[in-house]
């Protein structure tokens, strides 16, 4: 065990190091490296409900915290990685990938927009983007800053 707890150190200090010392990194450092590296939890930019939303996504993919934990995650990474730092999201250009990062969208919500773009042609508005079958439309009001068509 204490070899087990040994590697993890090695592998998660470094990453850990590398963000901002602030209240909130210890709990983002250990929640966020449960599944993934931190570097691919801090790649995102945005803002408090946009974090928010990352937060419930990777929650219901079996993130385990406590409700103080989450909101310490959530404001540490609001401070340190906000959403004005970011280009926004071509929605006629961009791949599923990149939707699936950019919008807190499931792999199947991401390429049923990529997919209804390859039939329907390009999106003109957010009222088209909320046409794709599966998408929460208030999840994306709350994004609509991001996009760009």
């Known amino acids: 065990m204490r070899n087990l707890l040994l590697a993890m150190a090695v592998i998660v200090l470094p990453a ?3 963000l901002p010392d602030g209240p909130g990194k210890e709990e983002t450092t250990r929640l966020c490296s449960q599944c993934h590296e931190l570097e691919r939890a801090t790649s995102q ?3 408090a409900a946009g974090w928010q939303d990352t937060i419930d996504k990777m929650t219901s993919l079996g993130m385990v915290g406590k409700d103080t934990e989450m909101r310490a995650v959530v404001e540490y990474l609001t401070k340190n990685f906000p959403a004005d730092a970011v280009p926004k999201l071509n929605v006629n250009q961009a791949m599923a990938i990149d939707f699936e990062s950019a919008l ?3 792999r199947s919500q991401a390429a049923a927009i990529v997919e209804y773009r390859t039939k329907n042609g390009n999106f ?3 009222d088209d983007l909320k046409k794709v079958p599966g998408l929460d439309p208030a999840k994306l009001d709350a994004k609509k800053d991001r996009l760009a068509f």
Do not use: E, F, G, V
Request: glycine share 0%; hydrophobic share 35%.
């Open 16 to 18: 850990a190091a590398q």
């Open 104 to 106: 807190s969208l499931r």
């Open 45 to 47: 930019r945005q803002n």
């Open 124 to 126: 003109k508005s957010l």
